[in-house]
């Protein structure tokens, strides 16, 4: 469909508007007729920012995720990664309407993707094994926060026995990044262009 000459609103308040569906109805509620509602326009006028329903969520999920609080860089790339499993945990406990995002595939680039990139690379991990690794992380900080948002919500009648999942998430990310960059490291090495096949030289005459 084509986009409106004229914006009649600002991709910011489309954004905020689909947040606040999703937080207090679901995923399931937002659609773009129901944009359109709230924002008191025809529903096509959304195409003048967005191309269609998945650039909005997507939108709205990297506009969320920029709330995560990055820990201060270090040296130590494990323990930065960790960190910041944990800070990325606590935000989607805070705002569990991100989760069916994340898991329906709408996990835009942000800065702490940037970051986990390079100190994957500092760690001696291709550039082709790292969307791997990084889906791996994520899908373990998700189980993660949906373990807590559950134990919250069985409340009182639930054990007095509370786990300290902050703990449990930081040592099983450890545990990971050691498992996966030790099979990286355990892979045959190909070898060097300098010793790959080549066709023998014939004997001199």
Same mark, same amino acid.
Do not use: C
């Given at each position: 469909?084509?986009?409106?000459?004229?914006?009649?609103?600002?991709?910011?308040?489309?954004?905020?508007?689909? $947040?606040?569906?999703?937080?207090?109805? +679901?995923?399931?509620?937002?659609? !773009?007729?129901?944009?359109? =509602? *709230?924002? #008191?326009?025809?529903?096509?006028?959304?195409?003048?920012?967005?191309?269609?329903?998945?650039?909005?969520?997507?939108?709205?999920?990297?506009?969320?995720?920029?709330?995560?609080?990055?820990?201060?860089?270090?040296?130590?790339?494990?323990?930065?990664?960790?960190?910041?499993?944990?800070?990325?945990?606590?935000?989607?406990?805070?705002?569990?309407? $991100?989760?069916?995002?994340?898991?329906? +595939?709408?996990?835009?680039?942000? !800065?702490?993707?940037?970051? =986990? *990139?390079? #100190?994957?690379?500092?760690?001696?991990?291709?550039?082709?094994?790292?969307?791997?690794?990084?889906?791996?992380?994520?899908?373990?900080?998700?189980?993660?926060?949906?373990?807590?948002?559950?134990?919250?919500?069985?409340?009182?009648?639930?054990?007095?026995?509370?786990?300290?999942?902050?703990?449990?998430?930081?040592?099983?990310?450890?545990?990971? $990044?050691?498992?996966?960059?030790?099979?990286?490291?355990?892979?045959?090495?190909?070898?060097?262009?300098? =010793?790959?096949? #080549?066709?023998?030289?014939?004997?001199?005459?």
């Amino acid at each position: 469909m084509a986009r409106p000459k004229e914006a009649l609103i600002s991709p910011e308040a489309v954004i905020q508007t689909a $947040l606040r569906i999703m937080e207090h109805e +679901g995923l399931e509620a937002l659609s !773009l007729r129901r944009l359109g =509602t *709230e924002l #008191k326009i025809n529903g096509t006028s959304l195409y003048h920012h967005f191309a269609n329903k998945d650039e909005i969520l997507m939108a709205a999920a990297r506009h969320a995720l920029r709330e995560i609080e990055l820990p201060p860089l270090a040296d130590d790339w494990e323990k930065w990664i960790a960190d910041n499993a944990v800070a990325y945990r606590r935000l989607l406990v805070a705002k569990p309407y $991100l989760i069916p995002l994340m898991l329906n +595939g709408i996990r835009p680039r942000t !800065l702490a993707t940037a970051v =986990t *990139e390079t #100190k994957l690379t500092e760690a001696g991990v291709p550039a082709a094994m790292q969307p791997e690794m990084i889906h791996a992380l994520d899908t373990t900080v998700i189980g993660s926060a949906l373990v807590s948002i559950a134990a919250a919500r069985e409340g009182k009648g639930a054990s007095p026995m509370r786990f300290d999942h902050e703990r449990i998430l930081r040592r099983t990310i450890e545990v990971l $990044l050691q498992s996966l960059v030790n099979d990286f490291r355990s892979l045959p090495r190909r070898a060097s262009r300098s =010793t790959r096949t #080549k066709k023998p030289v014939p004997p001199s005459a």
